[in-house]
């Protein structure tokens, strides 16, 4: 792992009896690839929660850059440098893409006019849709919906990069120019977390493979030697056969 970026301390979070981590501990690195996967339920988009600021622990710590972040709210901590896409995209309709990518460098980056300018024009070319910059929102197919949500992250100018499910409904080949996108991004010094079912896009691109069940890490190492062990396979490849072909 590279210089630690993001922290995680024996986190816990339960609403009721439903946990949702539980004592969950983690570290990624500055230029880390990551992946995150386990069975629907598991606390995967929680996680993702407990790290952007969305959800509050009911215990332990959450540093960024050796910074206690835990009590900060999620507007807070992406402009501490924690950008994040969700797993539907739910653009702003009415506006062109440049302005959604634009309003997300402002409120969700804090960059002033000219920066924020900047922050969005990059984002679309990163993305590959500065072509579609014009068009409204609402005209998108579903593949450049993807795009504009990991444009939008990007243009907060994060340090790390949270990938909820960006790839789940496309084709092999979209899904292929996705991780693409996505490499680079990564190359390019941001970290990068992807929780994914669609288990090829990640081995295609993670150097490290994190396994989530009932809120907790059930395996955590090289993709390959993951996805062999007996537990991941019995609570995640053995019970939902469609996450392997998806």
Same mark, same amino acid.
């Given at each position: 792992?590279?210089?630690?970026?993001?922290?995680? +301390?024996?986190?816990?979070?339960?609403?009721?009896?439903?946990?949702?981590?539980?004592?969950? +501990?983690?570290?990624?690195?500055?230029?880390?690839?990551?992946?995150?996967?386990?069975?629907?339920?598991?606390?995967? %988009?929680?996680l993702f929660g407990l790290i952007?600021?969305?959800? +509050?622990?009911?215990?332990?710590?959450?540093? !960024?850059?050796?910074?206690? $972040? %835990?009590?900060?709210?999620?507007?807070?901590?992406?402009?501490?440098?924690?950008?994040? *896409?969700?797993?539907v995209p739910r653009p702003f309709?009415?506006?062109?893409?440049?302005?959604?990518?634009?309003?997300?460098?402002?409120?969700?980056?804090?960059?002033?006019?000219?920066? +924020?300018?900047?922050?969005?024009?990059?984002?679309?070319?990163?993305?590959?849709?500065?072509?579609?910059?014009?068009?409204?929102?609402?005209? @998108?197919?579903?593949?450049?919906?993807?795009?504009?949500?990991?444009?939008?992250?990007?243009? %907060?100018?994060?340090?790390?990069?949270?990938?909820?499910?960006?790839?789940?409904?496309? *084709?092999?080949?979209?899904?292929?120019?996705? $991780?693409?996108?996505?490499?680079?991004?990564?190359?390019?010094?941001?970290?990068?977390?992807?929780?994914?079912?669609? $288990?090829?896009? @990640?081995?295609?691109?993670?150097? /490290?493979?994190?396994?989530?069940?009932?809120?907790?890490? $059930?395996?955590?190492?090289?993709?390959?030697?993951?996805?062999?062990?007996?537990?991941?396979?019995?609570?995640? !490849?053995?019970?939902? /056969?469609?996450?392997?072909?998806?």
């Open positions: 792992m590279s210089e630690k970026l993001l922290e995680l +301390s024996h986190v816990t979070k339960r609403f009721g009896r439903v946990v949702i981590a539980e004592d969950l +501990s983690l570290a990624v690195g500055a230029a880390d690839a990551i992946g995150i996967v386990g069975p629907n339920g598991a606390g995967k %988009t929680s952007s600021g969305d959800l +509050s622990p009911d215990a332990g710590r959450v540093s !960024l850059a050796g910074r206690t $972040v %835990t009590r900060l709210d999620a507007a807070a901590r992406c402009r501490a440098g924690i950008g994040r *896409t969700y797993q309709a009415g506006m062109t893409v440049f302005e959604n990518v634009l309003v997300a460098a402002q409120q969700g980056g804090g960059l002033r006019r000219k920066a +924020s300018y900047a922050a969005a024009g990059a984002a679309l070319e990163r993305t590959g849709i500065a072509g579609e910059a014009n068009l409204p929102a609402s005209r @998108l197919g579903l593949l450049q919906r993807k795009r504009l949500e990991i444009a939008r992250a990007l243009a %907060t100018k994060p340090r790390l990069l949270l990938l909820d499910e960006v790839a789940g409904g496309l *084709t092999d080949p979209e899904v292929t120019a996705l $991780v693409d996108i996505v490499r680079g991004i990564n190359a390019e010094g941001i970290a990068v977390v992807w929780i994914e079912h669609v $288990v090829r896009a @990640l081995t295609s691109f993670v150097t /490290r493979l994190a396994c989530l069940h009932a809120g907790q890490f $059930v395996g955590d190492g090289a993709p390959a030697e993951v996805l062999a062990s007996p537990r991941v396979r019995e609570v995640y !490849l053995g019970g939902d /056969r469609g996450d392997q072909k998806s």
